[in-house]
């Protein structure tokens, strides 16, 4: 019984670790240069957007095919928007848009710079609308990418407000 504690103190403290451990790790990842495969004088850092729904869009489209934002898209869509640290999960993101009233799911195409959601592990996954019915995220094809409509994920919640973020 004792050895089975221990292990389960171990596994607690190893998922809140791997939980903990990107949000303590933000302000790194969005100040740390970008690692392209190819050095060229075009390549951005990774700095946060700056604050408009425009600039949200085109922080995704600038690092397209960018894998260093895997399991983490609720750090890049808030990036986008020039913040970080704001929601824990995309799912709580999700929630806390419900709560305030900013949830859409009526089934309308979402604004240029919204964030989408899916419920599609614990976690959720959010990504920011294009304004045309897709959206840009993390895991498009494994790195950032673009997808021409919100189906592409299964399990589609919705959309909320094109904003910066704001926590509870």
């Known amino acids: ?70 399991g983490m898209c609720e750090m890049a869509a808030e990036n986008a928007w020039g913040v970080t640290g704001v929601w824990p999960s995309a799912i709580e993101h999700w929630n806390g848009a419900v709560a305030a009233g900013k949830a859409h799911t009526d089934g309308s195409t979402p604004p240029a710079g919204a964030f989408v959601y899916w419920n599609i592990s614990e976690y959720g996954h959010v990504g920011i609308a294009d304004g045309n019915g897709g959206f840009h995220s993390s895991s498009v094809n494994g790195a950032i990418g673009h997808a021409d409509s919100t189906s592409y994920f299964a399990n589609y919640l919705g959309w909320s407000d094109p904003q910066v973020p704001a926590g509870r």
């Open 1 to 70: 019984m004792r050895n089975h504690r221990l292990g389960r103190l171990a596994a607690t403290s190893l998922a809140t670790a791997l939980i903990v451990a990107p949000l303590a790790a933000q302000p790194a990842l969005a100040a740390a240069p970008a690692a392209p495969a190819v050095q060229s004088a075009a390549v951005a850092p990774l700095a946060p957007g700056d604050g408009t729904a425009q600039g949200a869009v085109e922080w995704f489209e600038a690092r397209a095919g960018d894998t260093s934002y895997e």
